[in-house]
């Protein structure tokens, strides 16, 4: 570990910036092939090759991106000829955007249940991460769900993914990649918020008791929760002021101030709440953390649909991503006005 302090230091320092926060565009090629889907996009690996170009070649969205989380085929891919065919993970370096990569092996069912999921990957980890660091991963995710019904996520779920989470992080540490720990509290169902917040404080509280138990360094890792929030069926869902209130008050709970950074996913909700919620959050007061994002379809919805896998709506596409990167960017400094969504 003490190897790589400076280079976990170095990560930390780059990515947990006040303003600053985290694309996540590493759709598994399953994942992507959906939202590919729904604009009757093909979904082969060129297309894939561009759909991420786009992001990364949006000018000057280092303002507000910090980190890019990629999927292990596009940290192999190398941008096209406008851009000197450069490999990804090299052209995010050049423009000051840290390389990150997810390294989860997905989802597979726990002890035979029908709803239930834990996460997979633990074999070989450790060398694949030596092969990521190599061509520039500094950073890494893991990605563990549960779902909420009147009676899970179960105990054993919770301690199983929690182990996985812990031992994970440990990896990345020792091999000198920050980590980031994503327990989602799946968005689906028709749950209270209330529901959501008891959910969502267990699960917290099992995970930073893992990462104590097996001795990773917080202040070297990356914390990217969902929010407290009603579910999507439910009736009567939460307003944002309360989803802000009671997601800061399960976060001041359980997560110790040690750690740096917390950066929320978007989880199914629309953009424009995502970005709401995040700004609410930081009219509550000083926070112990930096508190910002770390979005997959709340950044890149919009540019999907003005692209629809077309080289000549690239322009397009990459206004709204950087209009969506720019109000997360001005919410998680508690700027964000609802009135800069008409410019
Ligand atoms: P969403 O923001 O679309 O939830 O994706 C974040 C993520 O990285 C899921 O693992």
């Known amino acids: 570990m003490t190897n ?12 947990a910036v006040p303003g600053k926060g985290i694309l996540a565009a590493d759709e598994s090629s399953g994942t992507c092939q959906k939202r590919f889907d729904s604009a009757k996009i093909p979904c082969i690996d060129e297309t894939r090759r561009q759909y991420r170009e786009l992001f990364f070649t949006t000018p000057n969205i280092s303002q507000f991106i910090a980190g890019i989380i990629l999927y292990e085929e596009t940290l192999y891919q190398k941008a096209g000829d406008a851009v000197n065919g450069t490999p990804f993970p090299e052209f995010l370096k050049k423009h000051n955007i840290v390389p990150g ?8 069912p726990f002890n035979d249940s029908e709803i239930e999921k834990a996460t997979q990957g633990l074999d070989g980890l450790g060398e694949r991460l030596e092969q990521y660091r190599k061509v520039g991963a500094r950073f890494a995710k893991w990605r563990a769900t549960y779902s909420i019904t009147d009676t899970l996520p179960s105990d054993g779920l919770i301690q199983e993914n929690s182990e996985s989470l812990a031992k994970y ?9 920050v980590p980031i720990v994503e327990p989602e509290v799946l968005l689906d169902g028709s749950h209270t918020i209330e529901r959501c917040q008891e959910v969502t404080e267990k699960v917290l509280h099992a995970l930073f008791a893992a ?8 202040e070297y890792t990356i914390l990217k929760p969902s929010m407290v929030i009603s579910g999507k069926n439910a009736s009567n869902r939460a307003g944002i002021k309360e989803v802000a209130k009671r997601t800061v008050e399960v976060l001041k709970k359980t997560v110790p101030s040690t750690l740096p950074t917390i950066n929320f996913l978007s989880g199914g909700q629309t953009p424009q709440e995502a970005t709401q919620h995040l700004n609410e959050m930081h009219k509550l007061g000083s926070l112990p953390w930096n508190l910002s994002f770390s979005y997959a379809r709340a950044l890149q919805e919009p540019a999907l649909k003005a692209w629809q896998g077309k080289q000549e709506n690239v322009a397009a596409a990459q206004k709204e991503f950087y209009k969506r990167a720019k109000l997360n960017s001005l919410a998680a400094l508690g700027k964000y006005d609802e009135e800069m969504e008409k410019q």
């Open 211 to 218: 990462l104590k138990k097996h001795d990773v360094k917080l």
């Open 4 to 15: 790589y302090e400076h280079e976990l230091q170095a990560t930390i320092k780059e990515i």
């Open 101 to 108: 990569i997810k390294v989860d092996k997905g989802l597979v």
């Open 169 to 177: 992080a440990l990896t990345c540490q020792q091999h000198g990649i």
